[in-house]
């Protein structure tokens, strides 16, 4: 065992002078390292930056490019529309004849139903059956 294993050391004035030197050091260390962690955190600031500033370019240049193709497409397909715009109207009115047929067809079609179940109405022999 140590010879002041069980005497108070904090006594001593050895143990005062070797506690000062050591929290001196501890103290120039330490501000030493906080020197150094703000300088790693400026650097890692800077380097962040730089990343967000290059994902920022990217993203506006992949929106520029987007953009230029629906513009393209937007035109492209105004000039499809122009083009067809006669040839759709033209349709429109064939369309348009086809339903008017149509409506005049179900409509005496309708009629010459109702005149034959008028007639059954009034058939004596119907009735029997």
């Known amino acids: 065992m140590p010879l ?3 005497d108070d050391t904090t006594l001593h004035p050895n143990f005062q002078s070797y506690q000062k030197k050591t929290q001196e050091q501890l103290d120039k260390e330490y501000s030493e390292f906080e020197k ?3 300088m790693e955190e400026t650097a ?3 380097v962040e930056q730089e990343i967000e500033e290059d994902y920022v370019l990217d993203r506006t240049e992949d929106i520029k490019r987007e953009q230029s193709l ?3 497409r937007s035109e492209k397909l105004k000039k ?4 067809k715009a ?3 109207e033209h349709r429109q009115e064939e369309i348009k004849d ?3 047929k149509r409506k005049i067809q179900n409509i005496s079609f309708n009629n010459e139903d109702s005149d034959e179940d008028g007639e059954d109405e009034l058939d004596w022999r ?4």
Do not use: V
Not at 80 to 83: E, G, I, K, T, Y
């Open 98 to 100: 086809l339903k008017s």
């Open 36 to 38: 150094l962690i703000a």
């Open 80 to 83: 499809l529309r122009n083009a």
């Open 44 to 46: 890692a600031d800077l």
């Open 126 to 129: 119907a009735g029997k059956l």
């Open 4 to 6: 002041d294993f069980f």
């Open 70 to 72: 629906f513009l393209k």
């Open 86 to 88: 006669p040839l759709i």
